[in-house]
Structure formats: structure tokens, C-alpha cells
């Protein structure tokens, strides 16, 4: 696969859903193509600075395992959502001994929305890795947002959940991996189905830019029978990611690179 050259994996916030992007990973190492720098968002965060830390896909899905990802969530509502993410940022501090972006593996960089700007940030060196990342993820009024440097972040989805354009201008080769499905809903039961359709509204119409920016991209709208709190399903949304990855790859992947060389 030399001919990819330098291969950018852009890794989509969604919850529980983005779990899917550790089978991703599994496909890509079982194909050999390798990735050369990553960029995420919200759960694409997480997954992404354990791989760019130097855990594989198969170590990433034993953490799962070993780790109760409830575990992740404490009550907080009186910081402006209901929970926040201390046990998550544990768990990566307990895991991953870097505290640079500059230390990591692979070159990784994140995505966060700034409040008081209205703009995204991309960071991808300095400190506060692990800050960064649960900025990555404080979806808001679910999760507490996270002050950095005397600003207000929240959810990097709400500008760029398909993290392709930090990217673009450094790979010669861009992977975008989507957990978002574009689609109609058909039945919106309760409050909780409500903050969850308004929150993919905006990340769909974001990510229909920065899908124009890859050059591979991975989706499936079998990932639509889940929802971004079932993360008690991460076993089967796994095996989603993975079966989606090496049919998108055995069908329309190999031929292309084969037509390229």
C-alpha cells in the first residue's frame, strides 16, 4: 500500500457509537495500511489518542473490557451539564503515560468548540493531553464543559465531528470514519431522543463538508439501531466498524489503490 503515501484517519465523534472505529482499526491493521497521523472527535478522540499512544485495536477493545465504561461518568450538575467525564480522564492518565501531544506515537491532533469564541480548535501539540481530549467530548448539557486557559469548551462535534481538514494539507491520502448516519427519524419518543436528534443535526450538516475532504470514507446506517448512550452494546458496535471496514475495503478499496500504482 506504499502508494497511499502519507495516510490521514479523521475518526467522528458519536457517543457509544464511535466505538466503531476501534473494528476500523482492525481492518486497516489486518490489511496492512497503515496510519501515519490522526484526528478526532468526542469518542474518535479517545479512540484515537489510545492508538496514537501506541495501543493497538485488539488493546484498545481489552481496555473496554477491563474498564467499566460507566465508570467514566460522575454526577455533576451544578458546572453546567449533568455528569462529567473524571472517571474517562482516569482512565487515559491511568493508561497512557504521555501528557504531550508531542510524545505520542503517531501525530494526533484534537477538535473542541470554544463557547466564548464560537470557533473550533484544533490542537495537536503543547500540554494538556488528556484535558484536550475530554474537552473533545463534553457534549453539551450532557457533559460538563472543560475550562482550558481561561475558556469555555464543549463538544468539538458542534464544528467539525469529522475531523478531515487538519488533516488534508498533510496527508496525501485522507480516511474519514463517520458513526453519524444522515437519514430521517421516524419516531422521536422522548426528551432524551429530542437533545440526541438536535445534537447529529448539527454534526450532520458539518460533516457533509469534511466528507468532501476524504478520499476513502467508512459509514453505515447499521450504526442508526444504536444510540450515542449504548455503551453497554460497545462488543457489537465494535464488530459493526470492523465488518463495515473490510467490505469497504475488500470491494471498492483494493481496486482503486490497485488502479493507482
Known sequence: MKHL??????LGGGGAKGFAHIGVLQALE?????????????????????????????EILELLRKEKVWNWFKIDILRGGLVNLTGAKETLIKHVSHEKFDQLTIPFSVTASNLNTGKVKVVNQGGKLFDWVMASCSVPVAFTPVTI????????????????????FECDTVIGSSVIVDKKIHSIKNAKDVAERVFNLSIIQNERISKLHCDYFLGTKKLNDYSMWDFNHFEEIVAIGYKTAKKKIERDWLASMQNTN
Open 5 to 10: 503515501g502519507k495516510v490521514g484517519l479523521a
Open 30 to 58: 489486518e490489511y496492512k495500511i497503515p496510519v501515519h497521523k490522526i484526528a478526532g472527535t468526542s469518542m474518535g478522540a479517545i479512540v484515537g489518542v489510545l492508538y496514537s499512544a501506541g495501543f493497538n485495536a485488539g
Open 149 to 168: 486557559d481561561g475558556y469555555t469548551y464543549v463538544d468539538g462535534g458542534i464544528f467539525m465531528n469529522l475531523p478531515a481538514e487538519p488533516l488534508m
